[in-house]
């Protein structure tokens, strides 16, 4: 397939797939989901990364990982350790749990998981109200499995954790359960290159959300989802509009910023997403015009600040400076190293990084041998 071809079924310019074969700019999620998809290859693929890492070595993640696989199969047949949990203490320990997942510690939150699990299977066979509470702990656990399997590469476990997350939302008495599982639902979507669909989809859901504290927090989760995948099907005006609209909601309601586990309706998760949708469209100018006028910093979400520190990067390669290029990984790097080792953007802008320099520098190949990346 010739450079032109591939151009045109991807729907992105030839000299953009040229620049990204040479290696002088890197290629956006939405070019590699779009390459992927005219190739018939998994985007695993053109990332040179498995979808599926092994733990083969005897370690606390490979253990937990291999009970977190066992209880999320014993759905029918539960055996808790110990005494029997109430649910108020599994809903507590859940709620620690969200909180060490937001401050990156997955391998503490990998052990606890699995008991945890065990417990909320039997509760949530319980009749009437209490089995609906204990359902929608459940759904929270579902989602947190999916979270630290995927950051562990486990993608077929990450997989049936997800497809019981949505399976599960409409038993759980709560209509903004079944929009929280449509918004993850989506990223299957945002991942493959589906991006109208995935916006439809969450037009369809909004449905279910009113008009109560935790009903905007869920519309603002949707408006910054929404926007991205409007700037990854190349519309940016459209992406500024769910942004403006998360913004509006904010400024005016001051909704709880994590009322649900997975849903971040914080003023610093919308600015992350106003910075980076610019970088979705290759429009580095704006990217950089934006984060010069906020400040990013929130000591409660270095996933968030280290995602908005690897959009900057590559801001700032497509911009052309090279020293802010590698100061944003290596901001990236200091405040979520794991995150930001295993981030595929973060390789792609380090390898162009080095064919834009004549020769590696100390700093640059520094970095790359901390993150793993062959120059």
Known sequence: MSQPQLARRMTFSTSLVKKVEQGTKPPSPAFVAGAARALGVKVSTLYGTSDNEALDEPSQESAGIADLRSALDAYDDPRPEGGTLA???????????????????????????????????????????????????????????????????????????????????????????????????????????????????????????????????????????????????????????????????????????VPYYGVDASTTNIVVHWCAAPVENYNSAEAVRRASSVTVSDPHRPERIGHHHIDMARAWMLHGDRGRTLDELNKARAVAPNATRRHPSVAETTRALAVSESRATDSLAEFAQWAGIRL
Request: proline letters at 4%; hydrophobic letters at 45%; charged letters at 25%.
């Open 87 to 257: 649910l108020d203490a599994v809903i507590a320990r859940l709620a620690a749990a969200s909180g060490r997942i937001l401050a990156l510690h997955h391998t503490d939150v990998l052990s606890e998981l699995p008991n945890l699990l065990h417990h909320l299977y039997v509760l949530a066979d319980e009749p009437g109200r209490a089995g609906e509470s204990a359902r929608a702990a459940l759904h929270d656990a579902y989602r947190m499995s999916a979270t630290v399997a995927g950051r562990f590469r486990q993608a077929d476990l990450a997989a049936i954790a997800s497809e019981r997350h949505i399976q599960l939302a409409p038993r759980t008495g709560d209509s903004l359960r079944i929009a929280i599982s449509a918004y993850h639902r989506s990223t299957r979507y945002l991942q493959h290159g589906d991006y109208r669909r995935g916006l439809r989809l969450l037009d369809r859901t909004r449905d279910n959300i009113g008009t109560g504290a935790k009903d905007r927090a869920v519309t603002i989760q949707l408006d910054l989802r929404a926007a991205i995948l409007a700037a990854r099907a190349g519309d940016p005006a459209e992406a500024d509009d769910y942004l403006g609209e998360a913004r509006a909601v904010a400024e005016e309601f001051h909704p709880p910023a």
